[in-house]
């Protein structure tokens, strides 16, 4: 049984979670919609996890966020999982059930779809990612189950062919060739760590020389908010998403199950203060 009379209480566990705004973001929702609750990071080197996992549930906490490098620990240590999680093969949102068991939820594929939905952007019929690691896997597993056909890139090609065997879907393009995809597709989502820029001087902007005029382009690093990738889909005239919304969404059905209300619901927000643009601003005042 959950304690009565005192605030929900919910965290994020990571290593070493030095970066997080998963504290702001739920911190926030819980002011704005005037819950009683309190969401905290919870630093768990990787031996620890399972133990830390464990207390917080016997000190009555409703759940967790799961972020680097515990999703896979996570998705094998909960008694039940959602069947996003099982597509993504890991588990970003731990409910502690009022039974003592765990659920596994991963949000990350339908964060990511509602962030494009939130910034305008229609439900591709066709997308290349860029990219065959855990975020890629959440991504893709949510495109194909929307009917999406799938391209896959990536620098490691096995990797690739692993995802696409993984999920039953997609098909894999060749790292260096990717740009010629490009006009076969309305979306081109990064999860590369290429994003984040420093990373060698790619040039994005002769990658992106066949893309239709209607193509979106996305990148999920909201650090730098703006990624060279999309600095050069902008300097093109091209659709953009940031990878900011789909921080935001992916904390949303987790708040949902811990403190009892889906933020957001209203996109234009009940007030202006609890609205997601205010929340957004919110965050970017913190990325410096
Ligand atoms: P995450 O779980 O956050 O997606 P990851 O599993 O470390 O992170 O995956 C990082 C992705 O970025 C991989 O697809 C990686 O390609 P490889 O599988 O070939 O390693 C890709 N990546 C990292 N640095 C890259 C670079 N300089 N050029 C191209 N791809 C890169």
């Known amino acids: 049984m959950f304690p009565a009379g005192i605030p929900r209480l919910a965290a994020v566990t990571g290593w070493p979670l030095t970066a997080t705004r998963s504290p702001l973001l739920h911190n926030y929702w819980c002011d704005t919609l005037g819950i009683e609750g309190l969401y905290c990071a919870i630093p768990l080197p990787p031996e620890a996890f399972e133990r830390g996992i464990r207390t917080m549930q016997s000190l009555g906490f409703r759940g967790s966020n799961v972020t680097i490098p515990h999703k896979e620990a996570a ?29 596994g939820d991963c949000t990350d594929g339908t964060g990511y779809l509602a962030s ?3 910034a305008g952007i229609a439900m591709p019929r066709k997308a290349l990612v860029l990219g065959a690691g855990g975020a890629s896997r959440a991504i893709c597993a949510a495109l194909l189950d929307s009917g999406c056909s799938l391209l896959l890139a990536n620098r490691t090609t096995a990797r690739a062919a692993e995802l ?3 999920l039953g879907g997609g ?15 309305s979306l081109l989502v990064n999860t590369t760590a290429l994003g984040m820029g ?11 020389g066949g893309a239709a005029p209607d193509l979106a382009v996305s990148d999920i690093v909201y650090m730098p908010l703006e990624t060279p990738l999309l600095a050069a889909a902008r300097a093109r005239g091209l659709a953009t998403v940031d990878g900011l919304g789909m921080l935001i ?14 933020p957001g619901e209203d996109p234009a927000g009940v007030t202006e203060e609890g609205s997601m643009a205010a929340l957004r601003a919110r965050v970017v005042a913190t990325l410096g």
């Open 171 to 185: 098909t894999v393009v060749p790292w260096e060739r990717w740009p010629e995809s490009l006009p076969e597709v």
């Open 75 to 103: 998705f094998a240590l909960v008694d039940r999982r959602t069947r996003a999680a099982d597509r993504a093969g890991a588990v970003n949102t731990l409910i502690f059930e009022e039974d003592g068991t765990i659920t």
């Open 116 to 118: 494009l939905s939130e």
């Open 198 to 208: 420093g990373q060698g001087d790619y040039d994005w902007s002769a990658a992106l």
């Open 164 to 166: 696409v065997e993984a």
């Open 249 to 262: 969404h992916q904390a949303r059905p987790g708040f949902a199950a811990w403190f009892g209300r889906m």
